[in-house]
């Protein structure tokens, strides 16, 4: 399948905002003492790291 440059573009700038959120969770995860919400972050984070390693596939 063969995307449009529109949709590239969209792409691009989704891609660009996840990569933001994975900084925000990074930067909370080092912030945060309750290791219950430290966990949620850390699974958080790895389910929009691989969300994002499947769109640059």
Known sequence: ???????????????????????????????VKNPLLKQTIYEQFLIMRNHVQVMLK
């Not at 995307?3 to 990074?26: F, N, Q, R, Y």
């Open 1 to 31: 399948m063969i995307l449009k440059a529109i949709d590239l573009s969209l792409m691009s700038e989704h891609l660009m905002t996840h990569k933001g959120v994975l900084k925000k969770l990074a930067y909370y995860y080092c912030s």
